[in-house]
């Protein structure tokens, strides 16, 4: 079956301006969360959906958005974008919270 | 506050050998999960090996294995028979049984010598 896929793989936008990055799960998982890797900081959890549902959101400002969609395909949103937002975006999706999650490739991002 | 510490920032091992990584982490919880992560060039976070706090049991995949000491609160991954496709960046992982949120160590590089 086909794995957790996020689009695009790779993104350059310049300061000041917004994005949005998609995660599809794989079928049948209706929770998605998204991390932040960068070299400094390691991995960094931003949010966790379900059923359309902000559960759960890190300590990252209010720039940093997501949603997700009934068929629990999920974007996130960067806007104003700063240097320092440059990173590799992962989502990962799961059934619930017993069974583990599968994580996708990544968005890199980067901000000049 | 859960916190997951790696302090073998790189480690490398003759191929067909056996390495072990170290991870240690700090909760105050009794209930919770430990996970190995292997994240290849390909930048996937591909699961390896997982472990119940309240299972006594060291679990095991394969050629992984983990040495679980919950009151040392350790966890490290023994990598045995170690091939050319292990390498890659090990990451720790802790995440509270009732929790969806995963805490990541600062990752291990390994490198396996041919």
């Given at each position: 079956?086909?794995?957790v896929?996020?689009?695009p793989?790779?993104?350059?936008?310049?300061?000041g301006?917004?994005?949005?990055?998609s995660?599809?799960p794989?079928s049948g998982?209706r929770?998605v969360s998204?991390?932040?890797q960068?070299?400094?900081?390691g991995?960094?959890?931003?949010?966790e959906?379900?059923?359309e549902?902000?559960?759960?959101?890190?300590?990252f400002?209010?720039?940093?958005?997501?949603?997700?969609?009934s068929?629990?395909?999920?974007?996130?949103n960067?806007?104003?974008?700063?240097?320092?937002?440059?990173a590799?975006?992962?989502?990962?999706?799961s059934?619930?919270?017993?069974?583990?999650?599968?994580f996708?490739?990544?968005t890199?991002?980067?901000?000049? | 506050?859960q916190t997951v510490?790696?302090?073998?920032p790189?480690?490398?091992?003759?191929?067909?050998?056996?390495v072990t990584?170290s991870?240690?982490y700090?909760?105050s919880?009794?209930?919770?999960y430990?996970?190995?992560?292997?994240?290849?060039?390909s930048r996937?976070?591909?699961?390896?090996?997982?472990?119940?706090?309240?299972?006594?049991?060291n679990?095991?995949?394969?050629?992984?294995?983990?040495?679980f000491?919950k009151?040392?609160?350790?966890?490290?991954?023994?990598?045995?028979?170690?091939?050319?496709g292990?390498?890659?960046?090990?990451?720790?992982?802790?995440?509270r049984?009732?929790?969806?949120?995963?805490?990541f160590g600062?990752?291990?590089?390994?490198?396996?010598?041919?």
């Amino acid at each position: 079956k086909a794995g957790v896929t996020q689009t695009p793989r790779y993104l350059i936008k310049t300061r000041g301006q917004q994005v949005t990055l998609s995660c599809s799960p794989i079928s049948g998982h209706r929770s998605v969360s998204w991390y932040q890797q960068t070299p400094g900081q390691g991995l960094q959890f931003l949010f966790e959906y379900f059923s359309e549902t902000q559960r759960n959101k890190g300590n990252f400002p209010g720039r940093f958005s997501g949603r997700q969609f009934s068929n629990s395909r999920s974007e996130m949103n960067v806007s104003t974008l700063e240097l320092g937002d440059s990173a590799l975006y992962l989502c990962a999706s799961s059934t619930d919270r017993e069974k583990g999650y599968t994580f996708g490739s990544g968005t890199r991002l980067t901000v000049v | 506050a859960q916190t997951v510490t790696q302090s073998q920032p790189e480690m490398s091992v003759q191929e067909a050998e056996t390495v072990t990584l170290s991870c240690t982490y700090d909760t105050s919880e009794s209930d919770y999960y430990l996970f190995w992560y292997k994240q290849p060039p390909s930048r996937q976070m591909i699961l390896v090996i997982r472990q119940e706090a309240y299972k006594q049991q060291n679990a095991t995949e394969n050629r992984f294995s983990v040495n679980f000491q919950k009151a040392a609160k350790s966890f490290s991954l023994k990598i045995s028979d170690s091939q050319l496709g292990d390498a890659a960046m090990y990451f720790c992982a802790y995440r509270r049984n009732t929790g969806n949120q995963f805490y990541f160590g600062t990752g291990t590089s390994l490198t396996v010598i041919p």
